[in-house]
């Protein structure tokens, strides 16, 4: 499929949608409908800014923990990508509920094509019709329950948010403090102080990142069922995997600022992802060969809905340069965009070698995600705005000499985008506006 023209496309330069599915899926290879997202919408959004549109990725956990079985069983599948920005036509026709994960044909659907939606009914079908994907959705570990991981999950995560939200005054705040503090497994108390929930939502964060660490530390194996995953460990890893991004990015009010598992007291969490990233069911399921790549557009999802609801304490100069170090970290995202961006850029901009060569680490992870540039944009993937094409031509761009905007160089180690306020909103803004001056040519582009 050829490159559309801007004038034609407002998503140029990534292609036009390929058409719906229009013939039933091949006998025991199902079509998986997955929520997808981009790490920038290039929009001016207030956690884009000036970033350039990122190809679709997938991001939903429930998506991946299907996903992660159904390979995991060797299983095969066709995915296709639904924007949660603007869910396809075709698909909302096809099966009007659009909810994601939704799978057409079988395992896990049915012999007359219709779509089927719901994790849990999929799973059930699925493990009826195919004895391998029954094998591996059992629980064989004796270190935690489904339950139990989903409630260490819930404050991890929701917890993480909850301590960015928890002091907002903003009306529109309070219903999404409400939501969070019950994904988080915290209890309502009445008169409590914003800060006094978010030091709840801290603690109950930490505390569930120690539980976890503990389970994992004293495992036989990888993972908690031994030398293969089961059931638990599919849902621990799409759990702690997201986690992990909000710690490292900064999304968060914990008092370390932006940080890594093993900064925390928790190497073997660090170690357990390692381990899943090296599967073929994990690069099948997240189009991704590393823990850093295309993963912008999960920490974009939830930065979007903090920054709606609590503008008061997360506004444009909070979560804006969060959102820029997450881009910066995601290697697919950086090697999309060069190769979309390097024809036109101008060269007299430095390059990404003297810009991270400028940036002290912060974590682990951060010593080591700039030398992880592996894209994976999968041949077996029809997304809303990727096919074979497209790929093959981001995957195998040149990367070399290719220039970083102004703006993001700003982002050193003295000024690293985290939310306990290190980054100065004047000196973000500041620059932004200074960098608008110039020509068009020369814009800033934070990447």
């Not at 549109?53 to 060797?74: K, N």
């Not at 994990?282 to 920490?299: C, F, H, I, Q, R």
């Amino acid at each position: 499929m050829a490159l559309c023209k801007p004038e034609d496309d407002p998503l140029w330069p990534f292609p036009l949608p390929p058409p719906p599915p229009i013939t039933p899926p091949m006998a025991g290879v199902p079509r998986k409908a997955v929520l997808s997202h981009r790490a920038s919408y290039g929009a001016g959004a207030v956690v884009d800014g000036e970033s350039p549109l990122g190809p679709l990725v997938p991001f939903c956990p429930y998506c991946m923990r299907l996903g992660l079985i159904l390979a995991e069983a060797r299983v095969p599948f066709e995915t296709y990508m639904i924007d949660s920005t603007n869910k396809a036509s075709w698909f909302l026709e096809a099966f009007p509920a659009g909810t994601t994960p939704a799978i057409q044909g079988t395992p896990g659907g049915t012999s007359t094509g219709e779509w089927v939606g719901e994790f849990e009914t999929i799973l059930k079908n699925a493990s009826d019709q195919n004895p391998q994907v029954a094998a591996v959705a059992r629980v064989r570990n004796t270190a935690l329950t489904v339950e139990r991981v989903q409630a260490l999950g819930g404050a991890m995560s929701y917890g993480l948010w909850l301590t960015l939200v928890a002091e907002s005054t903003c009306e529109s705040a309070s219903g999404f403090i409400a939501f969070t503090r019950g994904g988080a497994g915290l209890e309502e108390v009445s008169g409590e102080s914003g800060a006094s929930l978010r030091d709840r939502a801290i603690e109950g964060a930490l505390s569930a990142l120690r539980e976890a660490e503990s389970a994992v530390s004293s495992c036989a194996g990888p993972f908690l069922a031994g030398d293969a995953p089961d059931l638990v460990d599919v849902y621990l890893s799409s759990m702690l995997h997201f986690s992990r991004i909000c710690l490292e990015i900064g999304l968060h009010k914990l008092p370390r600022g932006a940080c890594g598992l093993a900064d925390l007291g928790c190497p073997s969490l660090q170690r357990y992802l390692e381990a899943w990233v090296k599967r073929e069911s994990w690069g099948y399921s997240y189009k991704s060969t590393s823990l850093d790549e295309n993963s912008a557009a999960s920490a974009r999802v939830a930065a979007d809905m903090i920054a709606t609801s609590a503008p008061d304490v997360c506004g444009e100069d909070v979560m804006y340069p969060v959102m820029c170090r997450a881009r910066r970290r995601d290697s697919a995202y950086q090697k999309a965009i060069r190769a979309v961006l390097m024809p036109t850029m101008p060269t007299d901009m430095g390059d990404v070698a003297s810009l991270t060569s400028k940036e002290a680490p912060t974590s682990e992870s951060d010593a080591t995600s700039s030398k992880k540039e592996s894209v994976s944009l999968s041949s077996d993937t029809r997304t809303e705005s990727n096919d074979k094409a497209s790929s093959k031509s981001l995957a195998t761009a040149p990367v070399v000499g290719i220039p970083v905007p102004l703006d993001a160089a700003s982002r050193n180690s003295g000024e690293q985008a985290s939310v306990s306020g290190a980054v100065s909103a004047k000196k973000v803004l500041k620059r932004r506006k200074s960098m608008k001056s110039k020509s068009k040519t020369n814009a800033a582009i934070c990447i």
